[in-house]
């Protein structure tokens, strides 16, 4: 069974702060990774996509893969209150389905 | 730009009665894939088409039956609904497999 492990949370960081979301994935031979954020009673919606170990930046979001330590994060600068929702990891399965497993979830509020 | 487009949004069956949930996207994506969402159980695939004319079984598929009706439309069919089936129904779609999701707003389904 692939696992996909976030800490729930939720995790309250200031307005203006630094927001740092982790997730780490058991498929070793996983080549896909996403980041979805869902606001309360929504669906969800892509924010990144990351295939390659590193940092991937689009705006105030960064990506960063550890493929190695199988591990993959989302970093919000400057984060704003519109920022509050549940952030979902996913991981594309190997072997060729590409189905990712989702992640729980955590919870971020951004506090004024 | 419609993107995803679930219907209906809410619906509410009684314990044995069958029902069938539409969904169609208009992004010429060729893989769509039905989910189910619970409080702390996180997003569960129930079946998927990785292309027009094939679909197959995702990780809990038992109660439900699927149709690729065309490239456009994924219809989840519940033949006898039980009260397990009281969830959030989330219909998505992407171009190709290892491709990030678009997903639909949701069908809010009760089983009383």
């Known amino acids: 069974q692939k696992e996909v492990e976030q800490n729930s949370g939720p995790l309250s960081v200031p307005e203006g702060a630094i927001a740092s979301l982790n997730c780490t994935y058991s498929d070793r031979g996983s080549q896909s990774f996403f980041w979805y954020r869902q606001y309360s009673g929504k669906s969800p919606e892509l924010i990144m996509s990351i295939y390659s170990n590193g940092d991937k930046e689009d705006g105030r979001f960064t990506a960063q893969l550890n493929k190695a330590s199988q591990y993959v994060s989302l970093l919000i600068r400057d984060s704003q209150p519109s920022d509050s929702a549940t952030y979902l990891c996913?991981?594309?399965?190997?072997?060729?389905?590409?189905?990712?497993?989702f992640g729980r979830g955590t919870s971020l509020i951004v506090h004024p | 730009n419609a993107g995803v487009t679930q219907t209906p949004k809410f619906q509410v069956l009684k314990t044995g009665q069958s029902m069938t949930l539409q969904c169609a996207q208009d992004m010429n994506h060729n893989s769509m894939y039905w989910y189910r969402q619970d409080p702390g159980m996180g997003l569960r695939l129930i079946y998927y088409?990785?292309?027009?004319?094939?679909?197959d079984k995702g990780e809990v598929p038992n109660g439900y039956n699927v149709s690729r009706l065309n490239k456009r439309e994924f219809s989840l069919r519940l033949e006898s609904a039980a009260p397990s089936q009281t969830s959030v129904y989330f219909c998505a779609s992407s171009e190709q497999g290892s491709d990030g999701y678009t997903f639909g707003s949701g069908t809010r389904l009760t089983v009383v």
């Open positions: 088409s990785a292309s027009e004319g094939t679909t």
């Open positions: 996913a991981v594309g399965a190997s072997g060729g389905s590409y189905i990712p497993t």
